[in-house]
Structures are given as C-alpha cells and as structure tokens.
C-alpha cells in the first residue's frame, strides 16, 4: 500500500484509538503503566491487538493488512513469533480511487459507507503459546449501548480543543480514558468525545496510530474485550482529528462470536 494511502487510512478513517485527553485534565491522569493491560499486543510499527487465548491474538484487519508479512509481534515486551494470519473473508480494503475523490471533495459519505460494511477483525496465531501472560476474555453480550468503556492505546494523543495533528506521532505513551457506547449494533459500536460538561471524569476520544486496541467493558469486577478500535469521522470535527465531538466506531465482537469460535477450534 502507498505511504500516503497508509497514512490518510489511519488518520482520516481508520482513526485508530489512541488516547485523545479532556483539554482541562491532567495528561498524567490518562498514562498507566504496561501492568494496566498485560495482554495488549503491540504490532510492527504501530497498532495493536490483544491476546483473547494462548496462542491467539486478535487486531483490526486493517491494522495488519497494509504490511506485507509479519513475522513476530510484541506481547509483554517480549517478542513472540507469528504462525499464521486469518483475516476476515468480509474485510473490505478501499479503493485509492474512492479514498482519492474523498480527499478531493472532502465527502466522505461514500467512503464511511464502504468501511460500515466490512468486517475489520483478524487474528493471528502465535508459534508458541504464551504462558506467562493471561488472555483476556470476550464480551461476548450484546448490550454495549449506554455501558462505560475503557479504551488503552499508544498512540497519536492530544486534546479535545486543538486534537492532533497528522503528523504526530503514531506510538507515545500507554494511556487509557473512558467513554460511553452512544450506539451499537451490527459489527459497530461507537461513542463520541464529549465537551467537558458533559464527559466522564476521565473521557477520551480516538487518535491514530492504535488500531485494533482493546475497548473493554467491566461486568462483574472483570473488565472484558467487547471491541477492537477501528476508524472515527473526521468529519464530526472540521478536518481536525482528536476534537470534541469526534465519533469513533468500534469493531463489536459480540457480533463475531462465531467467527473466532471456527477459527480457533479449526486451529487446534
């Protein structure tokens, strides 16, 4: 894939969740330590994924797709080998031409509409099994509207009044924030970055350079994977990525239960 198509995916649609912080809160509040979430799985020069058993990591298509082959990923700071990638049979690469007309026009009905019918989930099987670590388990219910989700990611951050710009950094610091799932349904859930007065103590929206990071849901005392970061509307904020206001879609696996099911049991 060319550079400037790589790029203009992650920062324009697949807006993948970093941590974008409230403009009036202290950046230190959001940065935590890799004991946060020992499971989060760092892939070749940007993006995430989280190890759900063992042997099995699970990403974003399009975190991985764009990179010609992938050896090994980090996972604890330790490197562990891959031994095969299974992604999504309904994942949907866009045309440069779609994503050329957008850029153009800065109409990006079309775009968005083809990015709301694929299937952005891959996952990838380790050589070894990793036995220090614990997988994380999959939310599996499908009540994401309204609930408290925590986001973690590395990458791009700044904050809901001036957000980011494109060039910045695609892997900072560990941060996590909160938000509330605005919409779910399908293979989505969203939420929005909201202004101050009406935000979470800790509220963040989505930045670039994360995608396929956890989005978790706590259900008794356990914070659970419900989604994978995937790709947030632009357009929601005046052509400035990380503003209040920002919408940001979420891969939902309460919909692709039996999809890593076949894949992970036809592995064994």
């Known amino acids: 894939m060319p550079r400037i198509l790589f790029f203009t995916l992650l920062v324009v649609s697949f807006s993948a969740s970093a941590i974008v912080i409230r403009h009036d809160v202290d950046d230190s509040k959001y940065r935590v330590q890799a004991t946060e979430f020992p499971a989060l799985a760092d892939m070749p020069g940007e993006g995430h994924g989280v190890l759900i058993a063992p042997q099995w990591v699970i990403t974003a298509a399009h975190a991985i797709s764009w990179q010609s082959e992938i050896k090994q990923i980090m996972v604890g700071g330790i490197a562990r080998a891959v031994e095969r990638i299974e992604i999504h049979s309904g994942y949907k690469a866009p045309p440069q031409q779609l994503l050329q007309q957008a850029l153009a026009t800065w109409d990006w009905t079309l775009f968005r509409a083809l990015l709301a019918s694929s299937d952005d989930i891959a996952l990838l099987k380790l050589a070894q099994p990793i036995t220090d670590i614990p997988p ?56 929005v970055f909201d202004n101050p007065a009406d935000a979470l103590p800790l509220e963040g929206g989505s930045g670039s350079g994360d995608s396929g990071g956890p989005v978790l849901i706590e259900a008794e005392q356990e914070w659970l994977l419900a989604g994978l970061t995937s790709w947030s509307d632009l357009q929601s904020t005046n052509r400035t990525p990380g503003r209040y206001g920002q919408v940001s879609c979420n891969v939902r696996l309460s919909h692709y239960q039996q999809w890593i099911e076949s894949i992970i049991s036809a592995q064994l």
């Open 136 to 191: 994380v388990a999959i939310y599996n219910s499908n009540n994401e509207f309204g609930q408290t989700v925590k986001v973690i990611g590395k990458g791009a951050t700044g904050n809901g009044v001036g957000g980011y710009e494109f060039s910045s950094s695609h892997r900072t610091e560990l941060r996590r924030a909160y938000n509330t799932v605005s919409s779910a349904d399908g293979r989505w859930f969203c939420y």
